[in-house]
Nanobody, 126 residues
Framework: QVQLVESGGGLVQAGGSLRLSCAASGRANAMGWFRQAPGKERVFVAAINWSSGRTYYADSVKDRFAISRDNAKNTVYLQMNSLKPEDTAVYYC??????????????????????WGQGTQVTVSS
């Protein structure tokens, strides 16, 4: 069982930055960030393979967001730069205990993850 606790959301002006944190109670080899805007589906933002450190991004955030991990703190971060009003959403951290070669392409799917955090609101004003 892995429990996830997100923090770091808030209100920021367009062009600004925020860093989200996700503290995990146990070890998960796959960690991801998703977001859900009002009235829309939850969508993939970024993922990291904990063992290899390899990262993956949605096209909409590539070159603006960066996912990283801190082994000592068992925490994953999402650094968000050059924020836009369309980035406004509730951001969720997700975890999966295993990341195997047979399912390595599924990191963008919500149903691939076993554990979810409670979400943190990010609001970007124009």
């Amino acid at each position: 069982q892995v429990q996830l606790v997100e923090s770091g959301g808030g209100l920021v002006q367009a062009g600004g930055s925020l860093r989200l944190s996700c503290a995990a109670s146990g070890r998960a080899n796959a960690m991801g960030w998703f977001r859900q805007a009002p009235g829309k589906e939850r969508v993939f933002v970024a993922a990291i393979n904990w063992s290899s450190g390899r990262t993956y991004y949605a096209d909409s955030v590539k070159d603006r967001f960066a996912i990283s991990r801190d082994n000592a703190k068992n925490t994953v971060y999402l650094q968000m730069n050059s924020l836009k009003p369309e980035d406004t959403a509730v951001y969720y951290c997700a975890a999966r205990e295993t990341w195997t070669s047979s399912t390595s392409g599924y990191y963008w799917r919500t149903d691939w993850y076993d554990y979810w955090g409670q979400g943190t609101q990010v609001t970007v004003s124009s």
